[in-house]
T-cell receptor, first 113, second 111 residues
C-alpha cells in the first residue's frame, strides 16, 4: 500500500531563517506531487505541483521554492522566511494518468516568529 | 476562475441525526469532485471521489451526490456519531492537475 511521509511535524523558525520541508511517498512510482498551505480562515492553497523529476509548476508568487530531486521526494524550501509563511503545509500525491484522486500527508505546522 | 463554496461553515447536531453538507462550484466543467475529512492538526483523509460522469458515490454511512450542471454536490452522513466530528472539505478538479478547495464545514456531533 502507498504511504506518504512529511517531516518535521512541527517547526518554529525565526523570521529570515531558511526552511526545508520534506515529503516522500512509498509504494507508488511516477506520482504527481503537490505542496499546499493551509492558513487560518483561508482554506487550502496550492503552492507547487510536479509531474516528474525536476518538473515544478508554481501557482503563487512567493518566497518559497520547491524541488523534486527523486521520483518520490518533494522538498519545499525558502531562503528567508517571512511571518506570513506561517501555516500548515501539506504534501499530497496522485496517480497519473487516471482519475487524479489526491492523497495527503500528515502535514507540517510551521510557526515563524 | 473556479470558486468553491461550502455552506454552512459550521454545524452542530445531536448524535444519531442525519445531516447534509453542501458544496457549490462556479465552473461546471470539472473532471471530478472529492470530499475530504480533516481532524484538528491533521492531514486530509479522502472520503469519496465522484467522477464527472457519475451522479453519486457511497461509502458506509456516507453518500455524496454530484449535479454538475447546477454546480452542486452534497455529502450526506447517516446516523451521525461523535467520531464524525471534523472539518469536511470539498474540492473540484478541472482540466489540469489541480484541485480547488472550499473552506470547509466544521461538524460537531454532540453525544
Amino acid at each position: 500500500s502507498q504511504t506518504i511521509h512529511q517531516w518535521p511535524a512541527t517547526l518554529v523558525q525565526p523570521v529570515g531563517s531558511p526552511l526545508s520541508l520534506e515529503c516522500t511517498v512509498e509504494g507508488t512510482s511516477n506520482p504527481n506531487l503537490y505542496w499546499y498551505r493551509q492558513a487560518a480562515g483561508r482554506g487550502l492553497q496550492l503552492l507547487f505541483y510536479s509531474v516528474g523529476i525536476g518538473q515544478i509548476s508554481s501557482e503563487v508568487p512567493q518566497n518559497l521554492s520547491a524541488s523534486r530531486p527523486q521520483d518520490r521526494q518533494f522538498i519545499l524550501s525558502s531562503k528567508k522566511l517571512l511571518l506570513s509563511d506561517s501555516g500548515f503545509y501539506l504534501c499530497a500525491w496522485s496517480v497519473r494518468p487516471t482519475i487524479y484522486e489526491q492523497y495527503f500527508g500528515p502535514g507540517t505546522r510551521l510557526t515563524v516568529t | 476562475k473556479q470558486e468553491v463554496t461550502q455552506i454552512p461553515a459550521a454545524l452542530s447536531v445531536p448524535e444519531g441525526e442525519n445531516l447534509v453538507l453542501n458544496c457549490s462550484f462556479t465552473d461546471s466543467a470539472i473532471y471530478n469532485l472529492q470530499w475530504f475529512r480533516q481532524d484538528p492538526g491533521k492531514g486530509l483523509t479522502s472520503l469519496l471521489l465522484i467522477q464527472s460522469s457519475q451522479r453519486e458515490q457511497t461509502s458506509g454511512r456516507l453518500n455524496a451526490s454530484l449535479d454538475k450542471s447546477s454546480g452542486r454536490s452534497t455529502l450526506y452522513i447517516a446516523a451521525s456519531q461523535p467520531g464524525d466530528s471534523a472539518t469536511y472539505l470539498c474540492a473540484v478538479q478541472g482540466g489540469s492537475e489541480k484541485l480547488v478547495f472550499g473552506k470547509g464545514t466544521k461538524l460537531t456531533v454532540n453525544p
